[in-house]
């Protein structure tokens, strides 16, 4: 193993995407099989103790990749010389709730986490939030970061992407590896976009393959709201899901995709107001996400991205004022 590890951070680490997450990190999936990874886990003082049980069980699987874990309450050791960070430590949404209606309970917790990064991080750092509301924790964390690139903040819209998949591929009954260029907008709540005026399915606009009223009140709905729908069926938020979307997003960060969906900070593509950090068509070049551009937005289109950007600059707005950024 001659290649220096990769150190990965994970907060939450002990949660139940933690648990999910952290075996396929030190397995090779999140940054490549031959990539060898250096774990560092952070936790709240009560949470560590199970942490450090999940890491006797990383140990016991004699991981070929997995050079070390560390694990720690405190976010500036957690960050020392991190190279990706996923933020998944927070509260999960109960049965009844959306997942607005946790920023001020989680908000909390991604300053601080954002200033840890900022003073210690390496250069190279990328960071992807999970933890709810995923879009605008990015926010604030980047906010509290001054001396990282802003676009290194993310935000995970790529469970959506996933599911908007699945759900296209069911209806039409075809593999999801025949749909290309998919594409969420906006925020990671029940406004999202997902948009089939741009997706293909055998070179045709999926748009076309289906009926309109299916994509209206059947397609946009359940993408939109699954994350209730799992709420409801298992009593818990969606965890394994939820982790494979972390390593997906990740994994097309660092070695390139020419099309998927990632909440990144907006340049002002598409009307999308600067700095807001949405959902977006995005490849990934040279191990920079890129806005898809040049894409054509029709009436129905407009109207939905607009809606989602707006609650994105009204929880912007929200955090403002309960004095996070
Ligand atoms: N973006 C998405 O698509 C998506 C999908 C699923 C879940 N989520 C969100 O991910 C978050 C985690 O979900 P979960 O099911 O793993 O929850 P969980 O309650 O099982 O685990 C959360 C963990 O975070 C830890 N934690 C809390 N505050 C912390 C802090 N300041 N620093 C470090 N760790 C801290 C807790 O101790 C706990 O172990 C939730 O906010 C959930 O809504 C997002
Ligand atoms: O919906 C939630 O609260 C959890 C997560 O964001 C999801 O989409 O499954």
Not at 9 to 29: D, E, H, K, N, P
Not at 148 to 155: D, M, Y
Not at 288 to 294: L, S, V
Request: charged share 20%; proline share 5%.
């Amino acid at each position: 193993m001659a290649q220096t590890p990769v150190k990965v951070t994970v907060t939450g680490a002990a949660g139940q995407i933690g648990y999910a997450l952290l075996f396929r990190i030190a397995s090779g999936q999140l940054l490549g099989a031959d990539v060898p990874v250096k774990l560092s886990l952070l936790e709240i003082p009560q949470a560590v103790k199970a942490a450090e049980g999940t890491a006797m069980e990383l140990d016991d699987c004699a991981f070929p990749l997995l050079s070390g874990i560390e694990i720690t309450d405190d976010p500036n050791v957690a960050f020392d010389g991190a190279n990706v960070a996923l933020l998944v430590g927070a509260m999960p949404r109960k049965a009844g709730m959306e997942r607005g209606d946790l920023l001020e309970a989680n908000g909390g917790i991604f300053g601080p986490q954002g200033k840890a990064i900022n003073d210690h991080a390496a250069g190279d750092i990328r960071v992807l939030v999970v933890g709810n509301p995923a879009n605008t924790n990015a926010l604030i964390a980047q906010q509290h970061a001054p001396d990282v690139p802003a676009e290194r903040f993310t935000a995970m819209t790529r469970l959506d992407h996933n599911r908007a998949l699945s759900q296209l591929a069911a209806k039409l009954q075809v593999p999801v590896t025949e749909i290309k260029k998919m594409t969420i907008w906006g925020n990671h709540s029940a406004t999202q976009y997902p948009d089939l005026f741009h997706a293909e399915v055998g070179g045709k606009i999926a748009a076309e393959l289906v009926d309109e009223g299916w994509l209206r009140d059947t397609f946009i709905p359940t993408v939109a709201k699954r994350g209730a729908a799992i709420i409801e069926a298992r009593g818990a938020s969606s965890a394994a899901s939820a982790a494979n979307a972390a390593i997906d997003h990740v994994y097309d960060w660092v070695n390139g995709t020419e099309w998927t969906s990632a909440a990144i900070p907006s340049d002002g593509s598409y009307g999308v107001p600067e700095g807001i950090i949405s959902s977006f068509p995005v490849a990934s070049r040279d191990g920079k996400w890129e806005i898809i551009q040049g894409l054509e937005i029709d009436a129905f289109s407009r109207e939905r991205i607009d809606a989602s950007v707006r609650e994105l600059e009204e929880e912007r707005d929200a955090v403002r004022q309960l004095g996070l950024i």
